[in-house]
């Protein structure tokens, strides 16, 4: 923590958010506090949270390695601006997840062995068995975000770094994740549809706008009917 307070070039939230983090750090610079934990403690919105997470991410003083925690969570490690991020120890005791490349993310590189065949067009049955075997339901994907402390899409830095990108109100995204989660825990059509990840799936959702909620008038994105709608059964239900 006194090296945040020495050597940060953030103040006021910024700052502040630098501070709450250092302060779940372990004694490696590593911290896996949820965004509602961090929100929480900086006595602000889950929305503020993230917006500050994206600057300090953008200024380089915050390193996020998504899904790198334990049980999945995020793992934070705050860089020192004038030497970067210092390499972690111990990281063989991380468990490692692959992510897509929508998310921006590679996944980790494998020593090669010394059969490889150059013919790469076909997984091998291993691999999938592998990836199926990781799909869950809904319902299941869930409880395992739950038992991680984390909130399915509040800590999902991807969408809102997207809808930011494009100018979508993130009153709309969580309209969106509202009928997303409708659909796929209540709806018996859906309750059994598997993904092996599911906030992808909600990306791809909100990218390719599946519930028909928004659309674009010149610079700005209106509610249609449907969306109108939504709105209206959320403000019900409060």
Not at 48 to 54: K, S, Y
Not at 227 to 233: I, P, T
């Amino acid at each position: 923590m006194a090296r945040v307070w020495a050597t940060s070039s953030h103040s006021g939230t910024e700052l502040l958010m630098l501070l709450a983090i250092a302060d779940f750090s372990d004694d490696d610079g590593r911290a896996y506090p949820a965004v509602g934990t961090l929100a929480k403690k900086c006595r602000m919105t889950d929305r503020n949270a993230r917006l500050i997470l994206t600057k300090l991410r953008d200024s380089k003083e915050l390193v996020v390695r998504f899904g790198e925690g334990p049980k999945g969570a995020n793992q934070y490690l705050i860089a020192n601006p004038l030497k970067g991020a210092s390499p972690l120890k111990n990281s063989s005791a991380l468990k490692h997840v692959s992510f897509t490349p929508e998310a921006g993310f590679r996944e980790p590189l494998k020593p090669a062995s010394a059969n490889t065949s150059v013919n790469r067009q076909q997984p091998s049955e291993g691999k999938k068995r592998r990836s199926r075997s990781v799909e869950k339901t809904f319902a299941e994907w869930i409880d395992v975000v739950r038992a991680s402390g984390e909130k399915p899409i509040s800590d999902y830095f991807t969408v809102w770094d997207y809808c930011e990108g494009i100018g979508l109100p993130a009153e709309f995204v969580e309209l969106a994740w509202l009928k997303f989660r409708d659909r796929y825990s209540s709806d018996e059509n859906f309750k059994g549809k598997k993904y092996a990840d599911w906030r992808r799936a909600f990306l791809n959702a909100v990218k390719d706008n599946w519930f028909k909620l928004w659309y674009r008038n010149g610079d700005a994105f209106l509610l249609t009917t449907a969306g109108q709608q939504a709105e209206l059964e959320t403000r019900g239900g409060e």
